[in-house]
């Protein structure tokens, strides 16, 4: 396997995952490309973090009261997941169905909805976006608890069509209306009790109680309806199928996964993958995982073109830098800082600032953002004792008799961190930060050492670099 | 009573989230202690945010809530990290573990500190996160050393004695231990949390018998968290995991489980008084559903069913034949009267 191959493969997983450390890398790369894309879209390896050793730590996040406890649970999953793509999706569902926790006080029901996303974000769209209006947060977060018979709420109806299948132009303000209606009696289970408390934040007696969808019949409008263009006394699940045969539902799901794992922009070339990606909703029964299969398999995923095409959001930076330092392998107070932290990147896990969650892409790097990515990255990969930093210098020294010179250190460095592309101008700095002091010699040598400390400090700086912003 | 007859009498529940104020409440509490004149004394773990409210609260059966002492997060004497048990010696000073300062705590029934012992590491009487302990008849304590997978011996004032364990999920071996119980004869009976057993020793660290496997059916377990034994030699255990307790008899055969049946504690009644608006939904509200397949695992359950325990992790017995349950998620412990 040559440089080539590795270099697709640490592209492969910056995008299916959130990036790969080289001893990953090494054994992904002895599965072959198609075999790893197979393998991360039918992830079989659940191990992660185990809930029950985290909630024996943590009692923020066993009662999973407030949004941080929530969000740094979701971070734990991320960091030690070995089903990355699983977490990945459950990321991409949760952009794209932006819900958020300042409605619902109710952290655990946001949980609950991602783990949805895990468990259905891979199979069919129909079957995804049943379960997404069954969902209590969602219930909550667009209303449908407000949505009665003789009384319609069309917030959900309305973001249904236009935030989360078709997209705006495809559907009628009429349609809406004959969407909401459809959607009546959708709610939770106990709903005066549940979206009261959800109104208000007081001390309850005993902590919160968590949803449960509930249908209630009774409040369900059962006449006839037209819906895009078909008649009949439509549910919502009959809504669901007549969206999901839509093409404009395919362009949609096929845009959105494009641009959230292939390139930010879409040009002529990038259009015709989609275009595929259409073609194999359709083909598949609109499951997503194929549509996914089409886009990584496709030349244009693996060509030079949509390599470091994509800024990395927060969440991808944050976890993949601490994915690399081998950091919160086990439960850490710390934890809910790390949250914090790509929340002042700009993007808070469980509270998207509005219902169309997160400006992507470029947005996501403002000079304020910026500051905080690079300090961030530059302290994690600082950290000499951390197991991944540790298996880097490990490396280093095992694979080298002598004293690295400032131009091997560099090339190894940038191999190790995840086979990194850096432009020469980079790397010239990088080389020259290095000569400053001279060659490196890790022979020997022990966390806390001069030479360890330059190690630590050269994959900081490497992490502070313009393309390590990028996916 | 007919040798292996046990009833559990619902009593009442004692408590309210206090969400880190100050005045009565609870904030995740972990374990309880009753003191030799009937004080009930609860140990609030706390969340970060809530950091300063870690202490021990004072209450009475009949719900006087009297006052707290600690101060909240820190390294001074008063102050603690992680706290995860407590209990009484012979001479009612009150002992806490606290499992992220690997220290020990110790007080009188007052609250007023007395001294302060333990330091990490894996030497004799050092300890990689500390969390339950226990008194036998000679004024001996034993300490679960969690993240050492062994118990630790000592006098009452930290001096080491013995240890055992290791892990593993041999006999006698351990994986992260949590709750210890020490029955009439000074046996001691260890809550093997990752293991999914209790398991029985001498005084000194032979083993003598396990009991329970992994599970959901009567007798097996899922991450016991503390075991309590009656004057009759009964096992009571805090099964976390299940979101249950159980009672096992002295050879560790099935006796009867709880799930849990809170209701409003004195505490909780004044909150509805001040929220009329929460009280006319709750009226009709089912707060024992019956729930989506999705949430079919014990800890879903509770966290949608107000009644049942949520995060049971202590087993405790009064002088006066009582069982205290606490519950970390729901800010209450549960009070049962053995017959």
């Known amino acids: 396997m040559g440089l080539r191959d590795t270099k697709l493969m640490a592209h492969l997983l910056r995008r299916a995952g959130f990036g790969a450390t080289h001893i990953e890398l090494e054994d992904y790369l002895q599965k072959g490309y198609e075999a790893t894309v197979e393998s991360l879209l039918y992830p079989t390896d659940s191990d992660h973090m185990p809930e029950d050793i985290i909630r024996r730590y943590h009692v923020d996040q066993s009662e999973l009261r407030q ?31 932006a819900t958020g926790y300042s409605k619902l006080n109710q952290a655990r029901s946001l949980l609950n909805q991602i783990d949805m996303f895990r468990q259905n974000g891979l199979g069919r769209f129909d079957t995804l976006l049943l379960e997404l209006s069954r969902d209590p947060a969602m219930i909550i977060w667009l209303d449908n608890d407000q949505n009665h018979r003789d009384a319609i709420n069309e917030n959900y109806g309305r973001e249904l069509l236009e935030l989360f299948s078709m997209g705006i132009g495809n559907y ?5 209306k004959e969407c909401a209606r459809a959607f009546t009696g959708w709610t939770l289970g106990n709903v005066e009790y549940m979206a009261m408390r959800a109104s208000k934040d007081s001390i309850w007696p005993y902590g919160r109680i968590a949803w449960h969808f509930g249908y209630r019949p009774e409040d369900h409008d059962d006449g006839e309806k037209t819906f895009l263009g078909e008649t009949g006394n439509f549910n919502g699940e009959d809504i669901i199928d007549i969206i999901s045969k839509n093409d404009a539902s395919a362009r949609f799901v096929a845009t959105r996964l494009f641009q959230f794992f292939a390139a930010d922009e879409i040009d002529d070339e990038g259009e015709k993958v989609v275009e595929k990606m259409m073609e194999s909703y359709f083909e598949s029964g609109y499951e997503i995982r194929s549509i996914i299969r089409t886009l990584f398999n496709s030349d244009y995923f693996k060509s030079g073109k949509a390599r470091y095409a994509r800024v990395k959001c927060p969440v991808e930076q944050v976890i993949g830098t601490i994915r690399l330092a081998g950091s919160y392998q086990k439960p850490d107070l710390g934890v809910n800082e790390v949250a914090s932290q790509a929340f002042y990147m700009g993007q808070g ?8 969650g997160w400006h992507e892409g470029a947005e996501w790097i403002d000079s304020g953002a910026l500051v905080e990515r690079v300090n961030f990255a ?17 490396r280093m020294s095992v694979q080298n008799g002598h004293a690295l010179t400032p131009n091997e250190i560099v090339d190894l460095s940038l191999d190790l961190l995840g086979s990194v592309d850096v432009g020469e101008n980079t790397r010239t700095a990088l080389v020259q930060h290095v000569r400053e002091k001279g060659d490196v010699d890790l022979r020997n040598t022990s966390p806390g050492d ?5 190690v630590g400090e050269l994959l900081s700086l490497i992490a502070s670099s313009p393309e390590f912003q990028m996916a | 009573m007919a040798p292996g007859s046990l009833t559990l ?8 989230c206090n969400n ?7 904030t995740n509490p972990v374990d309880t202690a009753v003191s030799r004149d009937g004080r009930i004394f609860v140990l609030n773990r706390c969340d970060q945010a809530r950091a300063e409210a870690i202490r021990v609260g004072i209450c009475t059966i009949g719900e006087d809530y009297l006052g707290e002492f600690g101060d909240g997060v820190g390294d001074g004497d008063t102050q603690f990290r992680l706290v995860a048990g407590m209990a009484f010696d012979s001479e009612d000073r009150l002992h806490i573990v606290d499992e992220g300062a690997n220290r020990i705590t110790v007080f009188n029934s007052q609250g007023v500190f007395l001294s302060k012992w333990g330091s990490p590491g894996i030497g004799d009487g050092e300890f990689n996160g500390p969390s339950g302990i226990a008194f036998d008849s000679c004024g001996d304590c034993y300490i679960s050393d969690q993240h050492n997978n062994r118990i630790q011996k000592f006098t009452w004032n930290g001096e080491f004695l013995t240890k055992w364990g290791g892990l593993g999920d041999d006999s006698g071996q351990l994986n992260m231990p949590w709750g210890i119980g020490v029955d009439q004869d000074d046996k001691v009976y260890v809550a093997d949390w990752r293991n999914d057993r209790i398991q029985k020793f001498s005084s000194n660290g032979e083993h003598i018998a396990t009991f329970g496997e992994t599970g959901q059916s009567d007798g097996q377990f899922s991450r016991p968290s503390a075991v309590a034994l009656d004057a009759r030699g009964n096992i009571y255990v805090a099964d976390w995991g299940n979101e249950r307790v159980q009672v096992l008899d002295p050879q560790g055969n099935f006796l009867l489980k709880i799930r849990g049946e809170a209701t409003i ?3 909780a009644a004044d909150f509805f008084v001040a929220n009329p608006d929460e009280v006319e939904v709750r009226k009709i509200a089912n707060l024992t559903p019956v729930l989506p397949p999705r949430f079919d695992t014990p800890y879903q359950i509770s966290s949608q069913t107000e009644p049942y325990f949520w995060g049971p992790v202590s087993v405790k017995l009064d002088g006066e034949g009582r069982l205290y349950v606490t519950e970390t998620n729901r800010h209450r412990f549960q009070v049962y009267q053995i017959d």
């Open chain 1, 172 to 176: 009628t303000e009429e349609d809406i």
């Open chain 2, 9 to 16: 009498s619902y009593v009442k529940t004692i408590g309210i």
């Open chain 1, 378 to 394: 530059a302290n994690e990969l600082r950290k000499t004792k951390e197991s991944g930093v540790r298996s880097i210098i490990d």
């Open chain 1, 67 to 97: 949004y941080d406890a929530a969000a740094a649970n979701w971070m734990y999953r991320m960091i030690t997941s070995k089903s990355p793509l699983e977490e990945k999706i459950a990321l991409f569902w949760h952009s794209l169905f």
């Open chain 2, 20 to 26: 880190g104020l100050n005045g009565r409440g609870f």
């Open chain 2, 265 to 267: 504690s004195e505490w």
């Open chain 1, 349 to 356: 896990l469980l509270i998207p600032p509005t219902v169309e």
């Open chain 1, 450 to 454: 001069e030479s360890e400390r330059r």
